[in-house]
């Protein structure tokens, strides 16, 4: 069969980009060797959240004291946690294909190599190949689960982000190694159920890529959870005796440490999925793990582009979609604008959680940039003292000569739904006295960024 467009993944990158073709009358289809959805929406960015939530409503009813509700002590069934979570991925799966059945996009079941001359072969779970053409092929075949050679996945003992999300039991104790998001997510998760969490990272700072201070505030809010928190850290290796892992641990002072547990999760990362997919045979140039491609996810081979994980920028599902978008209407002959790199927002959905755009205080400095910085505590907040949750802070970086943001810091209750208003207000070049000036909601947890603003000039009425 001949289509205008074949993207191989489904994704958020894979079938955003599917949808958008079909609707800009392309002949379209995609894909699947595994889930519609890929891995944000069936063991990733979805799932990840339903179990987060639960464990959120857990720790209400445990301190349902503290707001005047008296209840039995609360118990965590993590098979009923796990079987909520699955119900919401297959909800969501069920809701792409509903999407790509309304735009008239086919969908090949089946893993997808792409061919010289403009073809796919796709080899179904029965081991039957076909051969489809394409004026257009999209590789967007995402990642998985990077394995460490100190640290090797048997799915039992240690494990990745797809065993974590499905545990039989409740483990009384697990070590996490790496605290990004997908680390630091499970981290809490666990710790808020009862499992004794040990959380090791290499960097300085967990969840490194945040602000320092942000990384500060979620490591004292993990630890006054009760959880153990390892900075400057390496596993080394693990030793496993019976149902027992001996987790081998060099500290900050180089010093051994060695800490049992029932469970390791490793979460250092990913790796992209680009190995027997054709890029070797039609000659699509890679570099460290990724495709390379220009401002319009076009490989150095016409008519075959890449999007998502496998291609340099930031492995997050709203970029994957944004690339999508911007490859098919450059595509089609328009003239998209180019994605900001500089201004993708980034979330951890941790309690409290966090949310970030643009610049640390610290890059910002050593970008060259003389820097007024203002903070807002939560503590000081109506509305966050009345939720009872008063953990963090907005934080605002600015550029003393022009008034502009440089980055917004957010970690707190529900900041990971504020964040998109500094990234308007910075894709549209809003200097930080306009965003100040605009009248914030009260009580709202969004007016601690009007405050953050106004103490960065001396000039906060409530910080």
Same mark, same amino acid.
């Not at 499970?186 to 320092?212: C, H, K, R, W």
């Not at 596993?235 to 440490?257: F, L, Q, R, S, T």
């Given at each position: 069969?001949?289509?205008?467009?074949?993207?191989?993944?489904?994704?958020?990158?894979?079938?955003?980009?599917?949808?958008?073709?079909?609707?800009?009358?392309?002949?379209?289809?995609?894909?699947?060797?595994?889930?519609?959805?890929?891995?944000?929406?069936?063991?990733?960015?979805?799932?990840?959240?339903?179990?987060?939530?639960?464990?959120?409503?857990?720790?209400?009813?445990?301190?349902?004291?503290?707001?005047?509700?008296?209840?039995?002590?609360?118990?965590?069934?993590?098979?009923?946690?796990?079987?909520?979570?699955?119900?919401?991925?297959?909800?969501?799966?069920?809701?792409?294909?509903?999407?790509?059945?309304?735009?008239?996009?086919?969908?090949?079941?089946?893993?997808?190599?792409?061919?010289?001359?403009?073809?796919?072969?796709?080899?179904?779970?029965?081991?039957?190949?076909?051969?489809?053409?394409?004026?257009?092929?999209?590789?967007?075949?995402?990642?998985?689960?990077?394995?460490?050679?100190?640290?090797?996945?048997?799915?039992?003992?240690?494990?990745?982000?797809?065993?974590?999300?499905?545990?039989?039991?409740?483990?009384?104790?697990?070590?996490?190694?790496?605290?990004?998001?997908?680390?630091?997510?499970?981290?809490?998760?666990?710790?808020?159920?009862?499992?004794?969490?040990?959380?090791?990272?290499?960097?300085?700072? !967990? !969840?490194?890529?945040?602000?320092?201070?942000?990384?500060?505030?979620?490591?004292?809010?993990?630890?006054?959870?009760?959880?153990?928190?390892?900075?400057?850290?390496?596993?080394?290796?693990?030793?496993?005796?019976?149902?027992?892992?001996?987790?081998? !641990?060099?500290?900050?002072?180089?010093?051994?440490?060695?800490?049992?547990?029932?469970?390791?999760?490793?979460?250092?990362?990913?790796?992209?999925?680009?190995?027997?997919? +054709?890029?070797?045979?039609?000659?699509?140039?890679?570099?460290?793990?990724?495709?390379?491609?220009?401002?319009?996810?076009?490989?150095?081979?016409?008519?075959?582009?890449?999007?998502?994980?496998?291609?340099? +920028?930031?492995?997050?599902?709203?970029?994957?979609?944004?690339?999508?978008?911007?490859?098919?209407?450059?595509?089609?002959?328009?003239?998209?604008?180019?994605?900001?790199?500089?201004?993708?927002?980034?979330?951890?959905?941790?309690?409290?959680?966090?949310?970030?755009?643009?610049?640390?205080?610290?890059?910002?400095?050593?970008?060259?940039?003389?820097?007024?910085?203002?903070?807002?505590?939560?503590?000081?907040?109506?509305?966050?003292?009345?939720?009872?949750?008063?953990?963090?802070?907005?934080?605002?970086?600015?550029?003393?000569?022009?008034?502009?943001?440089?980055?917004?810091?957010?970690?707190?209750?529900?900041?990971?739904?504020?964040?998109?208003?500094?990234?308007?207000?910075?894709?549209?070049?809003?200097?930080?006295?306009?965003?100040?000036?605009?009248?914030?909601?009260?009580?709202?947890?969004?007016?601690?960024?009007?405050?953050?603003?106004?103490?960065?000039?001396?000039?906060?009425?409530? +910080?």
């Amino acid at each position: 069969m001949n289509y205008d467009l074949i993207v191989i993944g489904s994704g958020p990158g894979g079938y955003v980009a599917a949808v958008k073709g079909s609707q800009m009358g392309l002949k379209t289809a995609v894909v699947e060797r595994e889930n519609l959805g890929g891995i944000c929406l069936n063991w990733g960015c979805i799932p990840t959240k339903a179990l987060l939530k639960s464990a959120q409503a857990f720790n209400y009813v445990n301190h349902g004291a503290n707001y005047g509700v008296n209840v039995q002590p609360a118990e965590a069934d993590i098979t009923a946690m796990v079987q909520r979570s699955r119900g919401v991925a297959e909800t969501m799966s069920k809701g792409v294909q509903f999407l790509l059945k309304k735009n008239n996009v086919d969908v090949i079941m089946g893993t997808g190599k792409v061919m010289p001359d403009h073809k796919v072969e796709v080899k179904d779970a029965e081991g039957n190949v076909t051969v489809y053409e394409a004026k257009n092929i999209i590789i967007a075949t995402g990642a998985r689960s990077r394995n460490l050679p100190n640290l090797p996945q048997d799915g039992k003992h240690i494990i990745g982000y797809r065993e974590a999300m499905t545990l039989p039991f409740k483990p009384k104790s697990m070590v996490v190694v790496g605290s990004g998001a997908i680390g630091s997510e499970f981290a809490f998760f666990y710790q808020s159920i009862g499992v004794q969490v040990t959380l090791v990272e290499f960097m300085p700072n !967990i !969840i490194p890529n945040e602000d320092e201070d942000t990384s500060s505030q979620v490591a004292r809010s993990f630890k006054k959870m009760g959880m153990k928190v390892m900075t400057s850290a390496s596993v080394e290796h693990v030793d496993i005796e019976g149902d027992v892992c001996h987790v081998h !641990i060099k500290d900050k002072k180089g010093a051994e440490v060695l800490v049992d547990c029932d469970v390791v999760l490793s979460a250092v990362g990913v790796i992209t999925n680009l190995e027997g997919i +054709g890029l070797e045979e039609v000659g699509i140039q890679t570099e460290r793990t990724k495709i390379i491609v220009d401002d319009y996810y076009q490989t150095n081979v016409p008519g075959y582009y890449a999007i998502g994980d496998v291609v340099h +920028g930031p492995a997050l599902a709203h970029v994957a979609s944004a690339e999508a978008i911007c490859c098919v209407e450059k595509m089609c002959g328009g003239n998209p604008e180019k994605v900001n790199y500089n201004n993708i927002p980034g979330c951890t959905y941790t309690t409290p959680e966090v949310a970030s755009v643009g610049l640390s205080e610290k890059k910002a400095i050593e970008a060259g940039y003389e820097v007024l910085v203002g903070k807002f505590f939560f503590k000081a907040s109506g509305k966050a003292t009345a939720a009872g949750n008063t953990d963090g802070f907005i934080k605002m970086v600015i550029d003393k000569k022009t008034d502009l943001i440089l980055g917004a810091h957010m970690c707190g209750d529900n900041v990971t739904e504020m964040i998109a208003s500094m990234v308007v207000a910075r894709q549209n070049g809003l200097t930080a006295h306009q965003v100040a000036a605009s009248i914030h909601p009260h009580p709202t947890m969004s007016e601690a960024v009007m405050e953050a603003i106004e103490a960065a000039y001396g000039k906060a009425i409530h +910080g």
